[in-house]
């Protein structure tokens, strides 16, 4: 049999992201849009799960489930609330989310931004703004000059190829006029021409606020390496399994080529890692449209398949193009069957350990997400945590039987 541990320095975590768990975060661009009308947003992140408050209880809960790391992301719109303006009260209160990780024995895992920027620079335009990059690598200059020594991995963007990985999904065209409409109402609101996000993004606009946000990484790298040249940095993909049937190898190639291409391309060999997040597969037919999911996977709320192999085939993939360390920054199942995220950790984890023995270098494995958060434009409706919230009754964490299975692999340190 083939030997089932991981790696003795495999890193175990679970992934949280600011604004969709901490509540609150008025000075930043969705929270402004959440409120707009028309809004894309089905409801306001309000107070989400009070982790600007209780993040010392979701740390102990990553310690007690048995994990060596704990990923998490800054508010940018916290700590530069108004252009040029920083709060080291609000540097501080994320250095000691830092400190109480090395206390615990984890290994904090820093996102610098998570989709969300603050007000005053989605009000100029965003990442369409020729000088977001330089504002951007001034923010992570300023909180890595504060307690960047303290840390080893740095992520400087979740997901910027988002919107283009759900343009090619295909969405519904009230989706793209529903965005349009909330920009537009956002722009009228703010008093500018263009209120621009990352992640509420128009159709026409992928491209430039891709290029926007590729300048963005290399510039926040830069600034953050001549500091502290031992961080090591990269940034995070949202990645899907592109298979294929019959014909349609080279529609998946395509697809590959448009929706990570650029960002492979970028990093190749520069970057100390890069983050795979995954959660599902398509399967492309030669006429170049999705086949239907197989039956014999339970699906997501999204409808998607949840398939094991596909973490592993993601992973696999990126490192072929990047010849870079792989770190799996997100996985999970968008779900309110727990059962169902329960029996999926071990089978995707098996895959993934066949490629690490393959000789892939995996740095860690963390899951998305510790707890159940706001999931953007659906709101609460849509849960991926190991951990439920009851936001009715104080805020209480319960851990899910998930949680159980993936503690029982980090404490075995393998399946």
Known sequence: MAPTKFPAEFLWGAAVC??????????????????????????????????????????????AMGLTAYRFSLEWAR?????????????????????????????????????????????RGGWLNP?????????CATVVAKFGQKLKYVVTLNEPNLPNMLGIIGLPDFV????????????????????????????????????GLAAGHVAAREAMKAIHPH??????????????????EAVAAAVQQRVYGRWVRL?????DFIGVQNYSRNRWGADGKKLPNDPAYPETTMHSEVYPPSLAHCVEWTYAQTNIPVFVTEHGVGTQDDAVRAAFIKPALAELKKVIDAGVPVIGYCHWSLLDNF???????????????DRQNGFTRTRKPSSFVLEEVARNRGL
């Open 18 to 63: 600011a604004h969709q768990t901490e509540g609150n975060n008025v000075n930043s661009d969705c929270w402004f849009v959440e409120n707009v009308s028309p809004t894309i947003f089905k409801e306001p992140s309000l107070t989400a799960c009070d982790s600007y408050n209780r993040w010392a209880e979701d740390v102990d809960i990553v310690k």
């Open 79 to 123: 700590i530069e609330p108004s252009e040029g303006t920083f709060d080291a009260a609000e540097i501080a209160h994320y250095e000691a989310i830092v400190d109480r990780c090395h206390e615990l024995g984890l290994e904090p895992v820093l996102t610098m931004n998570h989709f969300v920027t603050p007000h005053w620079f989605a009000s």
């Open 131 to 139: 000088q977001a990059p330089e504002l951007f690598a001034r923010f």
């Open 176 to 211: 793209e006029n529903l965005t349009r409409d909330a920009l537009d109402a956002a722009s009228v609101k703010a008093g500018v021409a263009k209120y621009r996000m990352a992640n509420v993004v128009r159709s026409d606009e992928i491209d430039e606020i891709e290029e």
């Open 231 to 248: 961080l090591q940095i990269g940034l995070s993909l949202a990645m899907t399994d592109e298979e294929y049937g019959p014909g349609g």
């Open 267 to 271: 990093v190749a060999n520069i970057d």
């Open 375 to 389: 999931e953007w434009i659906f709101g609460y409706d849509f849960t991926f945590g190991l951990v439920s919230v």
